[in-house]
Each structure stands twice: as C-alpha cells, then as structure tokens.
C-alpha cells in the first residue's frame, strides 16, 4: 500500500531492467560484462478526496547518481566519481473522480556500466543508482500534494527553480 498525502495514496516502486553482455576474458577465472540498466520509477496516484478534480498534473523529479565521465590521463573513466542527477517528467490527468487511479511510469535513465567477475569476487564501474523521487500533485498553480521518498526529496524542488532563473552576468 502507499502512504497518504493529503486526498492522494501515493505508490512508488523502482524499476531496474538489466541486461548484460560478456564482453572479454571469459576463461574460468575472470569475466568481463559490459551490462546496460534502464532504471525508473513506478508511480500509482489514487484519488481519495470527494470532490472531483479536473486538469491536474502530476509532476516529477526522479534523483539518481551517475558515473561522472571525468577521465584520468590514460583515458580510462573507471575512476571517475558519481554525481547527482535530476530528470523531470509530468503526467496530465483530464479528471480524478473518487477512488480514481493512475498509473505511470517515470522516463527512464538508461546507463551502462562494466562488471568484472574472478574467482574470488566482482567490481563493478559505472553504475547508476535511483536515489530517490519528489511529487508534486499540481491544479493549475496550487499544490494539492507534495511528496518525496525518502522525504528529503523534496528539497530538489527548491533546486530545480532555482537552477532555472540564473542569469549570467
């Protein structure tokens, strides 16, 4: 079940779609992969108000970490540091009658990262992370329902709006 916001259940579950190839060394003793994920998130929004709700949106920010493509001098990005990064996405809902729901799936970040197997373990480079998602559950400009998991998710908002209206000088 979902937690409540409001008039609104939220449902939110990540999606990782793996697939991999074998890309070198794949004697006994050591393997490499090269493995694509597509991550995303999804979302149930369930009505539970009484009055009916027209043109609402759903809106979005999926927070993930991905590789960083900084490369060290022999060209190899295997060292490279994660950083966090947003995608934003909106669903529109014509109507929200009570105990109405909709379902979606968030654009999704897709990624590929390398995976070496030996005997005695695996590394893995590159890979992507979903951290965490905000909601916001608009109709025209007033804010029905304001969501994030974990909580602190929330606070991208205020980044994305920001990020928006620098002006360069």
């Not at 969501?147 to 920001?162: A, H």
């Amino acid at each position: 079940a979902g937690e409540r916001i409001g008039n609104f259940e939220i449902t939110i579950t990540p999606v990782n779609k793996e697939s991999s190839q074998t890309t070198g060394g794949d004697s006994g003793y050591w393997t490499e992969k090269e493995k694509s994920q597509m991550l995303t998130y999804k979302v149930k929004v369930t009505y539970k108000g009484l009055d009916k709700l027209e043109n609402v949106q759903i809106r979005y920010l999926v927070v993930y970490t991905a590789p960083g493509d900084n490369k060290n001098e022999r060209g190899d990005s295997s060292w490279s540091r994660t950083s966090t990064q947003v995608t934003k996405g909106e669903e529109k809902v014509e109507k929200f009658a009570t105990l109405d729901s909709t379902e979606f799936t968030t654009k999704g970040i897709e990624n590929i990262y390398r995976e070496n197997t030996w005997q005695g373990g695996k590394s893995q480079y590159g890979k992507a992370q979903l951290k965490g998602i905000a909601i916001k559950i608009m109709q025209e400009d007033k804010v029905l329902a304001d969501y994030g998991k974990p909580n602190d998710m929330k606070d991208y908002w205020k980044r994305d709006e920001s990020s928006g209206e620098q002006k360069s000088h």
